[in-house]
């Protein structure tokens, strides 16, 4: 994935979707959850997913915290605050107007 | 994350970078594991989750750009914020900027001048390494250090790297342009290194020119060569006329020079040309000297104690009384130098300080008051998803803001007080000039603001996180908590006791002045002109030659037209002369055995109208009469002081005493008692005087004389009349040191009358700054209390009463804001005693008027509000906000 605004907005997107299923998840699991829902379709690099970890977290729409996982290993968890939440809907309602557009728009040519 | 831990991360960035790594090393492990578990071995897993990973560095590094970007971006949007939300109460934000200003300006200007006398150090290099040493006689403490003393601690010391001696001078200058009398500074050759300059031009003394018959040669300061050569690039080598004497220039001292010495203010420096091992006649000296590289100064002490002990079996037996019994002292120059200025100015700063909390206590009570309006702002931000942390640093953010823009305009008012203090200070500290706002101003300008904004803007910030705002019940009207309310009157009853401490002190240091200047001097110093005038010995070799001349210009200047009465003297009072000490014995008295140790008088030589043109009182027998010259019988006069230390109140008339230490000297009559004269200032007791006729006088008036004149006329005109006189009678000699004695009475004083203004103007900012936040504070409770004020009214309270309980809030504050201050005022003002003259610091006249002042603007700052209250409109206020 590239790092053009409209990527990083989908990217925060997955994300976000992502914690909103899982509920508590960490990085790597954030990684093979997409990998796997999208039918190995879309690939999340390391690069591009802690960079935007970090800055969502920033921004106050995740929190995180370092656990146990069962697997006896320390990680860090991150969560959807409520803030999150609501920039969730934001983002699906606005990919969906987005893709519509484009849909919409090459049907046309 | 939190702010808190955001902040802390950022601080410690090592910390982050570990929690990055953990995070990441945590994420590759579990890949490896998944790997492993799908089968591959372990060295497969660990090959290709590492190559997935990528570049780790890079990860590393785009991980914490996040972190600084988006802290950068929201401390950007903080500061836009914070300059909306001032423009929007435009009130506020002036008053607030305007406080600041002056608190940050004045406290700025203050410490640069503190910093500039006090703390720079001396412009010399390793200054801290430079002393004054002399030997200190044993009867009078005076410093007097012989040449033989000086010759030996140069030889024999083994602690200075350098030493050297100086005498004051004057000479009268010719050759280039007029004739004028410069002051100067005989030095020996090692004063160079002992301080530590090379001249700018040209060369310093050799080792021969210090001897007896040396050349005479001259070096100036750079002030003199500009002013008198013009700075003239070839001035080397030039040649100029002092007293009579050709002398040739070798060189030119650096400017920004500095005499280390404050009472000699040298044009030029010659070489000491005296054979200083001379033990028969004893010249006199200041020494000073460098320590050598980690020697103490009481190292020092010892070693050149211990060499002036040896010296004095050199000295012959007739100056034993004077040097037996002596001890050196030591005294880094520093402290010489700047010692008398420090604990005024230290009183200047604190008080200032006072004036700054002040302000800052302004400042913080009027956000406190202006943060309940702000409170469905926060509540809205805050429900928007803003953290609280965040909240309290857009605060914080926004009380920089404030603060810095005061600052900025403050120091530019710092900037322009301090020229005003150069001009103006230059006669009462000799290091007036060289007062600048330096980077140590401007650093300390900028640490205030910033200690300022963060301390006091954390007061209003916290309070917003912790304190509950009451609503009314279906309004949304806002009233302040009871604890907001009280924080403010506490905040106010703060601002009240340091304004009354600051009050008191002013009202102590005016008092103490007002005292100062009734005292009575002696002397009547209105409508008095003084001039001095010097007889080159070269033109007039013989006291009977200088003598005649300055019977003769007296007699002229008193024909002269408009003038009462004119005198000659050998000392004019307030000018800080040297006066010359006799030892005096008594006869008949007790005690009068040893005449070495007789007790010393002030000697003055002085023409009969002398009392009559300073309208001294005589008090009991005469004063001198032009009968009384060298061919009658020797008298004097002796002031009060004379009479109360060497007869003890006796009646003195007609007693004789024996003015000199020499065995079979002639016995003189004393005729007449004056009133004391305050010759060394308003604050000082009267020396012990005893006056001569001049004409009578044994020894020849080495610093020549000076004219008193009483008259009418202005002074400018008259002094050109002397001059003539002067000039008339012989010419090219110089007539110098001309001022009125009021001059010298105002000049005497100055540095009190100056301390008194600081401290009242800061008394006066104070009271200003506490009247605005009283008015400032009742103002805002007015406005939110309207809607519980309209009820009142609505409810049958009478406008009056209304008046009545808004304003006591405010007596409240003031009763107890005098109280506190009175008290702090009597635990303070001990700190200016040493300023004040015959005034007590507990004096109950300055602390009553103090209160009554404070509180009289204190209820005028209230009433305006109060008054407003009183007028609220029941319908407008009861309608729903």
């Known amino acids: 994935m590239g790092t053009t605004d409209q990527l990083q907005g989908t990217l925060d997107l997955l994300i976000l979707k992502t914690l909103a299923q899982l509920g508590t998840i960490h990085g790597y699991g954030i990684v093979r959850h997409i990998q796997r829902v999208s039918d190995d379709l879309l690939r999340v690099e390391e690069g591009s997913l802690y960079p935007a970890l970090h800055r969502i977290e920033q921004v106050g729409w995740i929190t995180s915290e370092w656990r146990t996982s069962e697997t006896k290993r320390r990680a860090k968890y991150y969560s959807l605050t409520s803030g999150g939440r609501k920039q969730l809907a934001k983002e699906q309602a606005n990919w969906e107007r987005v893709v519509r557009g484009v849909s919409t728009l090459i049907k046309f040519a | 994350m939190s702010l808190y831990n955001r902040f802390v991360s950022l601080l410690r960035s090592c910390q982050l970078e570990q929690d990055v790594e953990d995070e990441l090393h945590s994420h590759l492990e579990m890949h490896i594991a998944e790997n492993v578990e799908a089968g591959m071995s372990e060295e497969d897993a660990r090959r290709e989750a590492t190559a997935r990973f990528g570049n780790k560095v890079a990860l590393k590094e785009n991980t914490r750009a996040v972190y600084i970007v988006a802290w950068i971006e929201s401390v950007l949007q903080d500061l836009r914020f914070g300059l909306r939300t001032l423009r929007k109460s435009p009130s506020f934000s002036l008053v607030a900027v305007a406080t600041v200003t002056l608190s940050i300006g004045i406290s700025t200007a203050v410490f640069t001048i503190v910093n500039s006398v006090l703390l720079r150090h001396l412009p010399y290099p390793e200054a801290n390494r430079l002393i004054s040493a002399t030997t200190l006689d044993p009867r009078t403490h005076l410093p007097v250090t012989p040449g033989p003393d000086f010759v030996a601690w140069r030889d024999q010391n083994t602690t200075l790297a350098a030493i050297a001696a100086y005498n004051s001078d004057d000479f009268n200058f010719s050759g280039v342009g007029e004739p004028a009398r410069i002051p100067a500074a005989d030095v020996t050759a090692g ?5 530590g300059i090379q001249p700018q031009l040209g060369r310093i003394f050799s080792a021969a020119e210090e001897e007896p018959n040396g050349d ?8 003199f060569w500009r002013e008198r050569f013009g700075k003239d690039p070839n001035v080397l080598d030039r040649k100029m006329t002092l007293e009579g004497h050709l002398f040739t220039i070798i060189g030119v001292l650096p400017s920004g020079f500095r005499f280390p010495d404050n009472a000699i203010k040298p044009s030029i420096l010659v070489p000491l040309q005296y054979p200083l091992s001379d033990d028969q006649r004893i010249i006199i000296l200041s020494v000073i000297g460098r320590l050598k590289e980690g020697v103490t100064e009481q190292q020092a002490l010892a070693d050149l104690d211990r060499i002036s002990q040896a010296t004095l079996r050199r000295y012959p037996a007739k100056f034993m009384g004077f040097l037996a019994g002596r001890s050196v002292q030591i005294t880094n120059l520093h402290t010489l130098l700047v010692g008398d200025l420090r604990k005024p ?134 009233t302040t908590s009871r604890g907001q309310r009280r924080l403010r009157k506490i905040l106010l009853v703060a601002e009240v006791s340091l304004a009354l401490v600051l009050l008191a002190a002013a009202g102590l240091m005016i008092r103490s002045f007002d005292r100062l200047v009734r005292v009575n001097a002696g002397f009547n110093p209105s409508h008095v002109l003084t001039a001095r005038v010097t007889l080159a010995e070269t033109e007039f070799p013989k006291v009977e030659e200088q003598i005649t001349f300055f019977d003769t210009l007296l007699q002229r200047v008193q024909a002269l037209p408009g003038v009462d009465s004119a005198a000659l003297t050998s000392t004019v009072p307030l000018r800080g002369e040297q006066l010359m000490n006799v030892g005096v014995r008594i006869e008949g008295e007790p005690g009068a055995t040893e005449p070495k140790f007789a007790p010393m008088a002030s000697l003055l030589s002085i023409s009969p109208d002398y009392f009559r043109a300073l309208q001294t009182p005589v008090i009991a027998g005469r004063g001198f009469t032009d009968a009384d010259n060298k061919n009658s019988i020797p008298v004097a006069v002796v002031n009060q002081a004379f009479v109360r230390k060497f007869l003890h109140g006796a009646d003195p ?25 305050r010759d060394g200032g308003l604050d000082q007791d009267s020396s012990v005087q005893l006056y001569r006729p001049y004409d009578q006088a044994s020894t020849p008036a080495a610093f020549g004389m000076a004219i008193l004149l009483r008259s009418r006329i202005d002074s400018e005109t008259l002094a050109a009349a002397v001059r003539r006189e002067v000039e008339a009678l012989h010419g090219g000699q110089p007539v110098f040191d001309v001022s009125t004695m009021d001059q010298l009475l105002r000049e ?33 409770s007015v406005a939110q209390r309207s809607h519980e004020i309209g009820i009142r009214i609505a409810v049958g309270c009478s406008p009056g009463r209304v008046l009545r309980f808004v304003l006591s809030e405010a007596t409240w504050i003031i009763v107890l804001g005098v109280c506190s201050g009175l008290a702090g005022s009597l635990w303070l003002t001990r700190f200016i005693a040493s300023l004040l003259y015959k005034t007590q610091p507990f004096d109950p006249l300055s602390m009553i008027s103090a209160a009554v002042l404070l509180a009289a603007i204190g209820l005028v700052a209230g009433i305006v509000p109060a008054y407003r209250a009183s007028r609220v409109d029941p319908i407008v206020a009861l309608r729903a906000e």
């Not at chain 2, 401007?442 to 640490?447: G, S």
């Open chain 2, 191 to 195: 004063f160079f290194s002992t301080v």
């Open chain 2, 345 to 478: 100015l230290l009183i200047i700063m604190s008080a200032v300080g006072f004036v700054l909390l002040i302000g800052c206590l302004n400042i913080t009570s009027l956000q406190l008051a202006r943060a309940v309006e702000r409170t469905p702002e926060m509540e809205m931000r805050s429900a928007l998803g803003a953290k609280r942390g965040r909240l309290t640093r857009q605060l914080l953010t926004e009380n920089t803001l404030l603060y810095s823009l005061g600052a900025a305009l403050g120091v530019c008012l710092a900037f322009v007080t301090v020229q005003a203090v150069r001009s103006a200070g230059a006669k009462i500290f000799p290091t007036a000039t060289t007062i600048s706002i330096d980077q140590w101003a401007l650093a300390f300008a900028a640490v205030v603001t910033l200690l300022c904004a963060l301390l006091f803007g954390l007061v209003p910030a916290l309070w917003l996180n912790k304190t509950r705002i009451i609503r009314n019940p279906g309004e949304g009207r806002l």
């Open chain 2, 653 to 677: 008339v007609t007693r004789r005493l024996l003015p000199s230490a020499r065995e079979n000297s002639t016995p003189v009559s004393i005729v007449g008692v004056v009133a004391d004269v």
């Open chain 2, 748 to 780: 005497s004083l100055a540095q009190r009358r100056l301390s008194m203004m600081l401290m009242a103007c800061f008394a006066g900012m104070a009271l200003l700054l506490a009247a605005v936040g009283i008015y400032g504070v009742m103002s805002y």
């Open chain 2, 216 to 223: 005479h040669v001259a070096i100036l300061t750079d002030q």
